[in-house]
């Protein structure tokens, strides 16, 4: 079957247009979200049972441009699932497109292979949502060792 000449430019845009619109959508707006954030800050490597110790840097970036976000909780826990250290004291607030981490020291062996972060944050108004992830790294023997782990949203308020 023999395409009609006009049918030829109008497919031919549809195809170069469509790159141009996917992924194009607009976040959504949020107000709130708690996150889970897994991280290792030590990993089983080699024959002999042994296990190569990371820093772990939990990153927090307020990705918006007009709002500040509450921090809530920064909460660490261990493999086992207890709670071993909160970051937090009280609730801090992250000003429009600033950045805050938490860190777990490459010596810190506290929350096993395992572990995980408890993130909570709010805001007042809509805002988009902040980026959240670890960030392990170990330069051990004159190699170099590093992976990231984004969060996973549990809760979010609209």
Known sequence: MKMPSWFRPAVAWV???APLSAGAEAPAMVRGQLLYV???SEVPYGDKGLNLNLTATLSL??????HAIRLKRIDYYGATGSLVRAYLRQAETLRPMASTEAIVKESDRSGGISASFLVEWESDAPVSAPVVEALM????Y??????????????ERR
């Open 15 to 17: 195809v170069l247009a």
């Open 38 to 40: 897994p991280v290792y």
């Open 137 to 140: 790294v170990n330069s051990t």
């Open 61 to 66: 970036r307020n990705t918006d441009r007009g």
């Open 142 to 155: 004159n190699q170099g060792l590093a992976f990231n782990s984004p969060a996973r949203v549990l809760e």
